[in-house]
T-cell receptor
């Protein structure tokens, strides 16, 4: 089955700087890669996703890149703000079943 | 919030008692999921359903059973709760239609404590 590794587990950046979180996956047949943001005590919220037929997708200050050959994808947050502080999860979807396999999460802290 | 509710939102129970958590959706989505979230383990799939009466196991299904007799409801049962099942449980649905979709949305979660 699919296995997703996420790094780093914690990340601290200065407000206004960029943050990058990286994930690798094992199943070359996986075709959908979402990113979730989870604030303390809240549910995970989908913030951006990418499908295997594109290499990059942007939505304002966040972007995701996908390298199918290397089987890794990354989340990029530019011009970070205090409200970006949260735990971020990547995931990959197994194609034979509509199941997501999640990474372990990255706790992002934005320092003012 | 994709019309997903969970009940109860908080529960404290004792070891050995049965517990049932309910997930309810209003959007008629085919796929529903139960996850547990524990520190250091992220989100782990317990069971999922791909239709009424159609369910399958996830990676951490031992000690749990599920039922889906109606499209809108997906029940998770702990037949005999153990302290290792203390966790936050999230239900999710997957919106799949045509060439788009597949996005998964989560319910608000249930915090379960087994003493």
């Amino acid at each position: 089955g699919e296995n997703v590794e996420q790094h780093p587990s914690t990340l601290s950046v200065q407000e206004g700087d960029s943050a990058v979180i990286k994930c690798t996956y094992s199943d070359s047949a996986s075709n959908y890669f979402p990113w979730y943001k989870q604030e303390l005590g809240k549910r995970p919220q989908l913030i951006i996703d990418i499908r295997s037929n594109v290499g990059e997708k942007k939505d304002q200050r966040i972007a995701v890149t996908l390298n199918k050959t290397a089987k890794h994808f990354s989340l990029h947050i530019t011009e970070t703000q205090p409200e970006d502080s949260a735990v971020y999860f990547c995931a990959a979807r197994e194609t034979r079943a509509q199941k997501l396999v999640f990474g372990q999460g990255t706790r992002l802290t934005i320092n003012p | 919030d994709a019309g997903i509710t969970q009940s109860p939102r908080h529960k404290v129970t004792e070891t050995g008692t049965p517990v049932t958590l309910r997930c309810h959706q209003t959007e008629n989505h085919r796929y529903m999921y139960w996850y547990r979230q524990d520190p250091g383990h992220g989100l782990r799939l317990i069971h999922y359903s791909y239709g009424v009466k159609d369910t399958d196991k996830g990676e951490v299904s031992d000690g749990y059973s599920v039922s889906r007799s109606k499209t809108e409801d997906f029940l998770l049962t702990l037949e005999s709760a153990t302290s290792s099942q203390t966790s936050v449980y999230f239900c999710a649905i997957s919106a799949i239609s045509g060439t788009s979709g597949g996005e998964q949305f989560f319910g608000p979660g249930t915090r379960l404590t087994v003493l």
